[in-house]
């Protein structure tokens, strides 16, 4: 089975700041990830699909990259409304899915 | 606009039985693969099952196999989890989620809780 492994858990930043989580799959994946938010009582939302592709009408602050088994998830200027858990999940060994830990992400 | 509307989570008594539905609407159902996904309280997200869009194919997580049971009805354009032998560990909020390559849409979930 392909294990992800999110870091890290949690994360206190302030508004404005640059936000980065990482994901690291137990082999290679190539592209097969995709980036979720999941707010407080909400289910979760895809933000990134193929490692990089930002979803449709999804805020240009964020973004995704990597390949094979390092991926990186960023938001370039955290603002209020991302207070949320996020969650990198794999799709390489399709119909099952892998998630991520998640990344409780606060505001400083 | 893709709903998917899950409900019949409740209250159940370990060793107990639990049917929850999922209800779609906005896409053409008996095209797309279906998935349940569950979140424990305060935890992650695991993967349950898959069922294709025939519902001729379907897989377990290896948590759920052998008391669980998902099936779909095209006709109706509903998906279902037929839950057995439940567990403590079997609390949590059940998404159904379309696929869409590797891609998850959610509903917004029904809370199963196991306790006595």
């Known amino acids: 089975d392909i294990q992800m492994t999110q870091s890290p858990s949690s994360l206190s930043a302030s508004v404005g700041d640059r936000v980065t989580i990482t994901c690291q799959a137990s082999?290679?994946?190539?592209?097969?990830l995709n980036w979720y938010q999941q707010k407080p009582g909400k289910a979760p939302k895809l933000l990134i699909y193929?490692?990089?592709n930002l979803e449709t009408g999804v805020p240009s602050r964020f973004s995704g990259s990597g390949s094979g088994t390092d991926f990186t998830f960023t938001i370039s200027s955290l603002q209020p409304e991302d207070i949320a858990t996020y969650y990198c999940?794999?799709?390489?060994?399709?119909?099952?899915?892998?998630f991520g830990q998640g990344t409780k992400l606060e505001i400083k | 606009e893709v709903q998917l509307v899950e409900s019949g989570g409740g209250l159940v008594q370990p060793g107990g039985s639990l049917r929850l539905s999922c209800a779609a609407s906005?896409?053409?159902?008996?095209?797309?693969?279906m998935n349940w996904v569950r979140q424990a309280p305060g935890k992650g997200l695991e993967w349950v099952s898959y069922?294709?869009?025939?519902?001729?194919?379907?897989y377990y997580a290896d948590s759920v196999k052998g008391r669980f049971t998902i099936s779909r009805d095209n006709a109706k354009n509903s998906l279902y989890l037929q839950m057995n032998s439940l567990r403590a560990e079997d609390t949590a909020v059940y998404y159904c989620?379309?696929?869409?390559?590797?891609?998850?849409?959610w509903g917004q979930g029904t809370l199963v809780t196991v306790s006595s």
């Open positions: 989620a379309r696929a869409v390559g590797g891609s998850l849409t």
């Open positions: 906005g896409f053409t159902f008996s095209s797309y693969e």
């Open positions: 069922i294709s869009s025939s519902g001729s194919t379907i």
């Open positions: 082999q290679d994946i190539s592209n097969y």
């Open positions: 193929d490692a990089s």
């Open positions: 999940q794999q799709y390489d060994n399709l119909p099952m899915y892998t």
